[in-house]
């Protein structure tokens, strides 16, 4: 299974912000969603960062006054992006080495979905779930011939 057969199973919604968005403005739409993380885009919805609750918790320890400040200042700036012919696989041990829980997926330089880890592991459960049924289904058959 690839990062395309996810979107096609989950949805492809894709929360943004803008980088000069205060952090309080960020934690009403990561509220408001019931998400973990949004994608920090420019004027062009080009993707500049990544913010996840982390990042956010992370700046509250150390100035608890940082409500009022842009998101650009806390943001991780490194993102990792996915394709959707990405393997699930190769993806998961990606951001399970890289600790990260959220991946922007990008297709001919737009923003076309977010996967977190944990929808990777409930497709890969999903899977494994199927396989088993066919596996004991292919027993009981062959037990009964």
């Not at 940082?66 to 700036?77: D, E, Q, R, W, Y």
């Amino acid at each position: 299974m690839n990062i395309a057969s996810l979107l096609a199973i989950k949805g492809n919604a894709v929360y943004t912000i803008q980088s000069s968005e205060s952090v309080k403005g960020a934690i009403a739409l990561l509220a408001q969603h019931n998400i973990g993380a949004l994608v920090v885009v420019d004027g062009d919805a080009t993707p500049v960062g990544i913010v996840s609750e982390r990042d956010i918790v992370r700046a509250a320890a150390r100035d608890e006054a940082m409500f009022s400040i842009a998101i650009g200042s806390i943001m991780t700036k490194q993102v990792i992006i996915g394709l959707p012919q990405d393997d699930l696989s190769s993806v998961g041990h990606t951001m399970t080495e890289r600790r990260i829980r959220h991946l922007p997926v990008m297709e001919s330089g737009r923003l076309v979905g977010m996967v977190s880890l944990g929808d990777i592991v409930k497709a890969q459960r999903d899977t494994y779930e199927g396989e088993l049924e066919t596996l004991q289904t292919q027993l009981m058959a062959d037990h009964i011939l």
